[in-house]
């Protein structure tokens, strides 16, 4: 008999705000896939991209985006490592160093909005529309410094420009096939995993203080973006069906080997969120804040457009 795993359980799916426990939880997933993988590098990108987060690594200040904040990362990352487990249990096999490729380029997909320390000026946010490309800078001048493998960053390169939006996964010249799905790995599972958040809905108010900042997008209130995100899950949802080769399917087989249960939890909770935006922006536009309710965050929004 099937055991359904216990609500709790699958909050704490989507609950990936402590570094810690998360290097516990991918550390345990990578070793299903191989259990001789070597995470000594890894482990110490991984450190070195929390200090990067916490304003802890050299010459670097803390990265004080709200909506592209530490956590974001660590649910892209743990995303990926599930994906990837998914991907294996299908039969797709990954050489160590490809696993390590996949979490470094998720590690590191957002750290473009980091500020050098003594040019910090507003939270990052302007470098919205430019943060991809400042993250592969970063990237590269972070290899060197480690000494780590010279064809990584031809690699990560490609890998990480799948994040930004504002390209087309069929402009991005990758050196392989190989590597064109590791691209698709990575930016599968930076969108599942943020839109899987339980809270994904209440981080748009953040997401739209980013773009504010930034000066992006042609928003004119909170109220606009909600009702736009609907049409964005659709684009996003056709391109992760089409152009990133509808990888995120493999997730169910992650959880059928952890729960016993073939269900993709992630396209759940998407869904959830979807449906839920969906009766949101029935209401008038005075109800939409008092229907989000996780984790405070419409009473900090409240409160840095009441300051502003």
Partial sequence: MT?????????????????????????DIIARI???????????????????????????SSIKTLYHDMPHTLDVLICAARLMNGMHLSGMKFSDDEISL?????????????????????????????????GITFMQHYLEQRHLPKDFAIKLSPMIFTTDPALLISDIEFPDDRTYLLGQIVVTADLTGQMADRAYLEKLLFLYLEFKEAQFGNYQSIHEMLRQTKQFYDITREKMDVSFGRLYVHLALHFKEVFGVEKNYYLESIEKNIDYLEEVIQHNEVEYLTMLKRGGIVEKFNSITTKN
């Avoid at 795993?5 to 998360?22: G, H, K, R, Y």
């Fill in 3 to 27: 055991i359904q795993p216990t609500e709790s359980e699958v909050i704490d799916l989507f609950a990936n705000s402590d570094p810690d426990q998360v290097w516990i939880k991918v550390s």
């Fill in 102 to 134: 996949i979490l470094i380029a998720v590690l590191m997909h957002d750290i473009g909005y980091a500020q050098l320390q003594g040019e910090e000026s507003g939270t990052g946010a302007q470098y919205t529309q430019i943060h991809v490309k400042r």
């Fill in 34 to 60: 191989n259990p001789d993988y070597d995470n000594r590098l890894i482990h110490t990108v991984f450190i070195d991209v929390i200090n990067l987060f916490r304003g802890k690594y050299p010459g670097y």
